[in-house]
């Protein structure tokens, strides 16, 4: 069965570093999105992507990131200059109607 | 405002039991769905349901959805001590780039 993959389980940086979250979504998907979780916390989406553009994007989704899809099967999520309130799990997920979700990045910035 | 609001928090029952979850949301959709998280884990889908639509079935899953009240319930039948995991309702929109708004989620233990 197909599902969405993402790498790397786990990622620890130190505040102001750049650090690229990748997705690997389902291979006839559209629709790509990127939600993150603050531990305890619900699920906050970030950013929508369909036809190579950002069609969504939320308060939380400010210049400090990115999303490209540098090729047929990637998808990825940048964030140029982390802080501190950035740790959290971030899902990738993609579909439209249904949303397959990602097992999830940790990311832990110290 | 919140959207997505799922009630009880926390839901404790014995396997066996069935257990109800309810969500309760704000503004017009085209279809709410359900997920499941276990602990740390990624979020699997469980199922959709349109605005057009007032229960849906899957397995052991019998959702309703009421847009007169803005509510929806999830009811887990002859729950198992591997259905224990929050559970989570999200809100979609069209027109706003498809987006899901999730709720707080309602934390399910089932007592084997």
């Known amino acids: 069965e197909p599902e969405v993959t993402q790498t790397p389980s786990h990622q620890v940086t130190q505040m102001g570093q750049e650090v690229i979250l990748r997705c690997v979504p389902i291979?006839?998907?559209?629709?790509f999105y990127w939600y993150r979780q603050i531990l305890g916390q619900k699920v906050e989406f970030l950013v929508s992507?369909?036809?190579?553009?950002?069609?969504?994007k939320s308060e939380i989704f400010d210049d400090q990131f990115s999303v490209e899809r540098p090729d047929g099967s990637n998808f990825t999520l940048k964030i140029r200059s982390t802080k501190l309130e950035d740790s959290a799990m971030y899902f990738c997920?993609?579909?439209?109607?249904?949303?397959?979700f990602g097992p999830g990045t940790r990311l832990t910035v110290l | 405002s919140q959207q997505g609001e799922e009630d009880p928090q926390a839901l404790s029952i014995q396997e066996g039991e069935n257990a109800t979850m309810n969500c309760s949301y704000k503004?017009?959709?085209?279809?709410l769905q359900w997920y499941r998280q276990n602990s740390g884990r990624g979020l699997v889908h469980l199922i959709l349901i349109r605005s057009n639509e007032r229960e849906k079935h899957s397995g052991r899953l019998r959702v309703t959805l009421d847009t007169s009240k803005k509510s929806s319930s999830l009811l887990i039948t002859a729950s198992r001590a591997a259905d224990t995991a929050s559970y989570f309702c999200?809100?979609?929109?069209?027109?706003?780039?498809?987006?899901?708004?999730f709720g707080q989620g309602t934390e399910l233990s089932v007592k084997p």
């Open positions: 997920a993609s579909g439209h109607d249904t949303q397959y």
């Open positions: 999200a809100t979609c929109t069209y027109n706003q780039g498809g987006k899901l708004i």
């Open positions: 503004t017009s959709i085209n279809n």
């Open positions: 291979s006839n998907h559209l629709y």
């Open positions: 992507f369909y036809n190579n553009e950002i069609s969504e």
